[in-house]
């Protein structure tokens, strides 16, 4: 008997400690199976815009819609903490994210360059032969 209380103290121990990890950090399947906080997201949001900017696969246009939805998410999630975040705060914040994410990778890969169609996507060089 004793050892079954033992085990399910241990068991409640653990479940209780869970949600409190899993609200302030977000999954993030591309960082091998980790963990990611919000604010860890929200650097490498901002650092995937940078890249796009200079090497020139994001145009001037891309890039400020980006940064601009990128603010609002932000400020969203300013006020969010204001009166501590709750479950439904977080999964709103991720869901954003995961869009503004999808939205880099498709504005990134979409062969708008800043310098006109097709320069420095290896597809065409007349200078090449």
């Not at 068991?11 to 199976?33: E, F, K």
């Not at 994210?97 to 360059?113: C, G, K, P």
Request: zero cysteines.
């Amino acid at each position: 008997m004793k050892r079954v209380l033992t085990a399910l103290l241990a068991v409640s121990a653990l479940a209780a400690a869970v949600p409190a990890t899993a609200s302030a950090q977000s999954w993030n399947g591309r960082n091998n199976g980790a963990w990611m906080s919000i604010d860890a997201r929200q650097a490498m949001l901002d650092r995937r815009i940078d890249m796009g900017i200079r090497n020139g696969t994001l145009t001037r246009r891309e890039a400020d819609q980006l940064r601009r939805e990128f603010r609002d998410i932000a400020r969203l999630e300013s006020r969010y903490r204001s009166g501590g975040l709750q479950g439904w705060e977080r999964a709103d914040l991720d869901r954003r994210f995961d869009t503004l994410s999808a939205r880099i990778r498709v504005e990134s890969r979409d062969n708008d360059r800043r310098y006109g169609y097709g320069y420095g996507d290896g597809r065409y060089n007349p200078y090449r032969y």
